[in-house]
């Protein structure tokens, strides 16, 4: 079975400093790992994804995502916060020898970036 | 780019009444996806589908079914609504190719029972 766990609920960072979304994942081989954002009343959007080569990968609007083997971790980070990021953050996980092309979400973390 | 479009941003519906959202991607993606959005709970995988006529359960299949006729078009049934289906339901696609796993997502159906 594969799981995700966002530990933060939310997270408040002041603009300009730098942010990170945390993520844990669980599953029985290797994984790919991705990250979406979701704004008020819309859909998943797209951000970012791990799925072999350089643990530092990098995605939309400026976020990068460090994913991290032995922590079994995909820490979502950006260097300098805007107000605009504001929103709902979702990891998602799948097991590489999964046979079907489903994702595992995590609960999600509401980012809120203050002026 | 990708675009999901879902039939109907906001429903609302009586107890016992039969629903039908509809969607609709335009890449040829080979696989697409009914998931429901609560609070709290983030997003759980009612049904997928992974070719045309071919159908999934996922974690929580109960009271709905799910049809996909065509590879472009995945509808969602809710054979007879109950206020416990009040929720967002979103639908998703993605490619069959190998590392292309990322799901596009529609703006999401915003359902009310009432």
């Known amino acids: 079975a594969q799981s995700v766990a966002q530990p933060e609920d939310q997270v408040n960072v002041a603009e300009g400093n730098p942010l990170t979304v945390k993520c844990t994942y669980s599953?029985?081989?290797?994984?790919?790992l991705f990250w979406y954002v979701q704004y008020p009343n819309r859909g998943l959007q797209f951000l970012l994804k791990y799925i072999t080569g350089d643990n530092l990968v990098k995605g939309s609007y400026g976020f990068e995502a460090e994913f991290n083997k032995s922590q079994t971790s995909f820490h979502l980070k950006k260097p300098s916060a805007l107000v605009s990021d504001s929103a709902l953050y979702f990891c998602a996980v799948r097991d590489q020898n999964s046979g079907y092309s489903t994702l595992t979400f995590g609960k999600g973390t509401m980012l809120l970036v203050s002026p | 780019d990708v675009k999901v479009t879902q039939s109907s941003r906001y429903l609302v519906k009586r107890t016992g009444e039969k629903v039908f959202l509809e969607c609709v991607q335009d890449m040829d993606h080979e696989n697409m996806f009914w998931y429901r959005q609560d609070p709290g709970l983030g997003l759980r995988l009612i049904y997928f589908?992974?070719?045309?006529?071919?159908?999934e359960k996922g974690d929580i299949p109960e009271g709905y079914s799910v049809s996909r006729e065509k590879k472009e078009r995945f509808s969602l049934i809710l054979e007879s609504a109950s206020t416990n289906q009040t929720s967002m339901y979103l639908c998703?696609?993605?490619?069959?190719?190998?590392?292309?796993?990322?799901?596009?997502f529609g703006p999401g159906t915003r359902l009310t029972v009432t």
């Open positions: 599953v029985s081989g290797n994984p790919y």
């Open positions: 998703a696609s993605s490619s069959g190719q190998a590392e292309s796993y990322e799901q596009y």
């Open positions: 589908s992974y070719d045309v006529k071919m159908k």
